[in-house]
């Protein structure tokens, strides 16, 4: 009889599949493992695509944010290609801004540029905005047109998958300052502008996948800011017939030269002209209806309009000023304060004034003296400019090279004299100009060490040799030199006359104005506008730019005007007037329409050569108009192109054989021996003696922030920040 075992049976019987289900596990697990990896591949070309996308509309923001650095750069340029929008009055993409009371936009003025200079003083050609509340917004809503243009021009195509979608132009930086609905007010501003460029990447869809933003924060090429056509820091002792025009020959220490009996719109003291607003309004509407009487102010009660309206002068800007004895002038220190000449506070009647030259101005105390202060150049800060800019067109460093007396670009290549590195209009040829266009050309000492001392004195010896420049220097066909030179010469000079290009036009000063601001009408209440206290609200007072009040919207100042006895002046605003047309064009005035409330300014009938005399004094209509820009022609009126009886910030044209047009400093001493022409301004460190007879005519622009050649950089970049992606 046979026994089972089935303990045994049974234990094997529950053991049955469990090496199926083992396998199933298995399976599975490697089956989520497989997946996982797919995931994962997945998430990491997913991260990947994102990261392209994002990176690309990065790309193309920073493409946008540097497209709008050069509308500042060159907004003659960007506005031909199509790349800038024209400057319209009231433009959607501008924002009304509202600043302590005044309210505007960006550049009313629509004779100016968008984005062209000036960049200051004036509240118009200032940014303010905050990024919400941006100066200026470019997007598909405010400008569709200038959008697509960009993008075209830019990307191909208007529909491209990478394509700009928003700019925003508000202001720099600013310390210190109030944000008052959404603008600032006040504070220490740290630039020009801040740029803001957004892109976004697009997929086949039409759908944004990625957006990037980029700012960019630009400030004013850091030209040197001079006070007249020649300044010198060590004294100016001239035998010859030294020619100074337009502007007001400076020296630190002792002036002497002939250039004496000049006549020229007066001084009344070192700060002021002649207070003209008293008997400037037409009709008599009372001393104290519009610009009310300054407290202990020895000048503002006199009627000094009549006087000086009607003057011929030969250079109504000239002046002369010095902190030692002025021997050209006056062989004894004249008490009190320290004036030479025959002006006194009523001696502007004389129909052909001499100048009166400020000597012994020492410190500052009004209003007697006003020390006369050389421009701050620092050879550090200049060299490392130059130095960096390395590769960038308008910014150039040269070195001296001791074996051939020459200068090396960047301190290799060929060397080239100095007057052949300068050269903007030879031929690129050795000897007859390098061509690089306008710009800074820093030139090195000869150690290529700093030679400013921590005392203000100069080490002489690590200056290069004597630079003197003559006919053979100059190369032909032709010389100019545009830009900032910087030379670090014992003495730089000129004998015999350069071969100067063709007699360019070159503007001469604008028209002397009184910077007190203009008392504001209200349009609603049709009388002068009052503050909370009732007390007459003026506006532009003090702030180093002409201001008036544009009633009509046309982006200038309109100015009519009335005669008697023959005798044109300024028709100001009263109650009664009426808001000339914004179509308005110098001779189509209603009966009743008035010039716009504006500062009190001296209107000059422009000549046509720079030997002939200037008159102070309005015309009937357009009158004799100048171009103010070249390649236009004055024969209807164009506002801002040509002179009118409007205030014009710069003069009509003349031409001048000019080898300079910019501004030339030399660490060392000028030696002028011959009779070349320069437009712009001479700085020296050293002393200025020589028996030459060169003539200089300053550049008003440069010290308005308006000087601008072709090429040369206008503004640099401050920074430059990147979103993450949005």
């Known amino acids: ?270 700060y002021e002209r002649p207070h003209f607003e008293r008997g400037y309004e037409y009709p008599d509407q009372g001393a104290n209806n519009v610009w009310p009487l300054v407290p202990g102010s ?109 200068f090396r670009l960047n301190g290799a290549g060929a060397a080239r004299h100095a007057a052949d590195w300068v050269n903007t209009v030879g031929d690129g040829a050795i000897g007859n100009g390098a061509r690089l266009g306008a710009g800074l050309y820093f030139f090195d000492t000869r150690t290529g060490q700093n030679p400013q001392n921590a005392n203000g004195t100069t080490n002489t010896a690590i200056l290069t040799p004597s630079l003197s420049w003559n006919s053979n220097d100059f190369g032909s066909p032709n010389f100019l030199m545009q830009g900032f030179v910087y030379l670090n010469a014992a003495r730089w000079g000129t004998t015999g006359s350069g071969n100067s290009a063709p007699n360019l036009l070159y503007n001469m000063p604008g028209e002397i104005y009184r910077d007190i601001g203009y008392r504001k009408w209200d349009t609603s209440t049709s009388a002068w506008a009052v503050d909370a206290t009732g007390a007459f609200i003026t506006e532009g007072g003090n702030n180093g730019g002409f201001d008036s009040q544009d009633m009509n919207g046309n982006g200038r100042q309109d100015v009519v005007t009335v005669s008697a006895a023959g005798v044109f002046r300024p028709k100001t605003w009263a109650a009664g007037c009426t808001i000339p047309a914004a179509s308005y064009d110098g001779t189509n005035a209603a009966a009743n329409d008035c010039s716009e409330p504006h500062e009190p300014y001296m209107n000059f009938i422009y000549p046509t050569a720079t030997n002939t005399n200037v008159v102070s004094g309005w015309e009937a209509g357009l009158g004799t108009q100048r171009r103010k820009i070249r390649g236009v022609t004055c024969s209807a009126s164009v506002p801002g192109n040509c002179t009118s009886n409007a205030h014009d910030d710069i003069g009509g044209m003349v031409p001048i054989p000019a080898d300079s047009d910019g501004v030339v400093y030399n660490e060392g001493a000028y030696d002028p021996q011959g009779n070349a022409r320069m437009y712009g301004s001479l700085l020296f460190k050293g002393a200025v003696d020589g028996t030459g007879t060169p003539f200089i005519y300053f550049d008003e622009k440069l010290l308005k922030g308006t000087y601008a050649p072709p090429g040369f950089p206008r503004v640099i970049i401050f920074s430059e920040q990147t979103d993450e992606q949005q």
Request: hydrophobic share 35%; with cysteine.
């Open 298 to 406: 020895t000048y503002d009660a006199r009627n000094y309009f009549n006087p000086v309206r009607g003057l011929s002068m030969i250079d109504p800007w000239f002046g002369q000023r010095s902190v030692g004895l002025n021997t050209s002038n006056c062989s004894t220190p004249v008490p009190p304060g320290y004036l030479c000449g025959s002006y006194t506070a009523d001696s502007v009647t004389q129909t052909s004034p001499t100048f009166v030259a400020f000597q012994r101005q020492a410190i500052n105390n009004y209003p007697d003296r006003q020390v006369p202060v050389f421009p701050d150049i620092k050879y550090d800060f200049w060299k490392r400019i130059a130095q960096q800019g390395r590769g960038t067109v308008g910014l150039y460093y040269f070195t001296y090279d001791t074996a051939t007396t020459k």
């Open 1 to 270: 009889m046979k026994t089972r075992n089935l303990s045994n049976r049974s234990s094997k019987s529950h053991e049955r599949g469990s090496a199926l289900l083992v396998s199933l596990m298995v399976i599975v697990g490697l089956s989520l493992l497989g997946l996982g990896f797919v995931a994962i591949s997945e998430t990491e070309s997913a991260i990947s695509v994102n990261q392209r996308n994002g990176l690309q509309a990065q790309a193309a923001a920073s493409a946008g944010a540097r497209l709008v650095v050069e509308w500042f750069q060159n907004p003659t340029w960007a506005r031909t290609h199509d790349l800038m929008p024209a400057n319209i009055a009231s433009a959607p993409y501008k924002t009304t801004r509202v600043l302590g009371g005044n309210t505007g936009v960006y550049k009313t003025d629509v004779s100016i540029l968008l984005f062209d200079k000036p960049y200051k003083p004036n509240n118009t050609d200032r940014f303010f905005g905050s990024e919400e509340s941006a100066d200026l917004i470019f997007n598909a809503t405010t400008s569709p047109t200038q959008i697509n243009n960009i993008n075209t021009k830019l990307f191909g195509s208007t529909t491209a998958e990478v394509r700009i979608s928003e700019i925003r132009i508000y202001a720099p930086p600013i310390s210190g300052g109030t944000l008052t609905g959404g603008f600032w007010i006040g504070g220490t501003r740290y630039g020009v502008a801040t740029i803001k460029a957004t892109a976004e990447r697009y997929n086949p869809n039409g759908t944004a996948v990625a957006s990037r933003s980029v700012r960019i924060a630009v400030g004013e090429f850091p030209l040197p800011v001079p006070g007249g056509p020649i300044q010198s820091k060590t004294g100016i002792n001239l035998g010859g017939n030294f020619n100074v025009w337009w502007g007001s020959e400076t020296s630190e220490a002792t002036l002497d030269d002939d250039r004496s009996g000049v006549s020229t719109f007066p001084w009344q003291n070192a």
